[in-house]
């Protein structure tokens, strides 16, 4: 018989979410300065978008 409340919940973004949060708290605690815009960037996984010729 199937048990209508044994249900798996799992959050897939809220899961990555946590994992990038994580990182930068610890990247965070091991350094006495604040971390640069492109420390956190790379932490994060943030890639520059090619700068467009005007």
């Known amino acids: ?9 799992e959050d897939s973004d809220l899961l990555g979410e946590v994992e990038l949060t994580t990182n930068l708290i610890i990247a965070a605690s091991e350094t006495d300065q604040p971390l640069s815009v492109d ?3 790379r932490i994060l996984g943030v890639v520059p978008e090619p700068r467009r010729e005007s």
Request: net charge negative; no cysteine.
């Open 39 to 41: 420390e956190i960037d």
């Open 1 to 9: 018989m199937h048990d209508q409340f044994d249900i798996s919940l």
